[in-house]
């Protein structure tokens, strides 16, 4: 079997593309990316079970996405005509919106793009493919389900999260790991460096070579500044005691200061 282009690889750049989208007769992928993480997903075909309970999954978790500065994108050989009738049907019979762009690539020269025709599987129908694209439009991850088993899109985004953290605190995620959780900092190269790891305090060491440190936004910031409580301010003096041999007189305004 021979693909008509290799499929992508981890840490090749994302091809650029123009394309027909529900939202835009002239999309430009590189244009529309604007800077953003991009999980770019394949579906086999519009008005189908699996697919139509993937797209609404998508929508439901849309909003954590884009709180991560992740655009979600997806794409089948369909028409345009057919993924807005799903899409149209899907609001009225199930309540779901999508609101991101779906690509209609009905001369499958994006899915061909992105090696998401695998031939063995269908020669005219993309498998579930899901790239997942960093800012620099470098390709970060890539998972494939075949046609009969639908994606868990809730990995979709623990994947996009623990790369956004690998990226932003220098380490490496453990198994299972979710948001909030410990890392994996980089393991020592020299004896030096063996050291160095284990003097750090703040670190969970199991062994040289594994030790787990927080990663959170606190942990990347500059430390704390420690606050001094400031003083007691001086009570308000209570006014002078009436002399005994002439009766104390009313005065509400005393009597506001010494409540105060």
């Known amino acids: ?11 090749d750049h994302a091809p650029d593309f123009s394309a027909v989208t529900t939202q835009q007769t002239d999309f430009n992928f590189s244009a529309w990316q604007e800077q953003h993480w991009v999980v770019l997903f394949s579906h086999p ?16 978790l849309n909003e954590q996405f884009r709180q991560r500065g992740v655009k979600l994108i997806g794409l089948s050989v369909d ?35 992105y090696g998401m025709i695998h031939a063995n599987a269908s ?12 800012p620099k439009r470098v390709i970060r991850a890539l998972l494939y389900y ?12 623990r994947l ?39 003097a750090k305090t703040e670190y969970e060491h199991r062994d040289f070579y ?24 001086a009570a308000a003096p209570k006014p002078a005691e009436p002399e005994p041999s002439q009766p104390a007189e009313s005065t509400p305004s005393a009597e506001e200061a010494v409540r105060d």
């Open 210 to 233: 594994l030790a787990l440190k927080d990663a959170s936004p606190a942990a990347s910031s500059k430390p704390a500044e420690v606050t001094v409580p400031k003083p007691a301010e």
């Open 45 to 60: 075909a519009d008005f189908t079970p699996v697919c139509t309970t993937e797209l609404m999954a998508f929508a439901q």
């Open 146 to 157: 075949p046609l009969n088993a639908g994606r868990n899109v809730d990995e979709v985004l």
């Open 160 to 198: 996009v999260t623990a790369l956004q953290t690998t990226d932003r605190f220098v380490c490496a995620t453990p198994a299972n790991w979710r948001e909030g959780e410990k890392v994996v900092v980089p393991p020592p190269k020299t004896i030096q460096e063996i050291d160095q790891v284990l």
């Open 79 to 113: 028409s345009i005509h057919s993924h807005l009738a799903w899409l149209r049907n899907m609001q009225e019979k199930m309540g779901a919106t999508i609101p991101f762009p779906m690509i209609a690539d009905v001369d499958m020269r994006v899915a061909k793009l």
């Open 123 to 134: 020669s005219t129908a993309t498998v579930r493919a899901v790239f997942i694209i960093d």
């Open 1 to 11: 079997m021979s693909e008509e282009r290799g499929l992508p690889r981890i840490g």
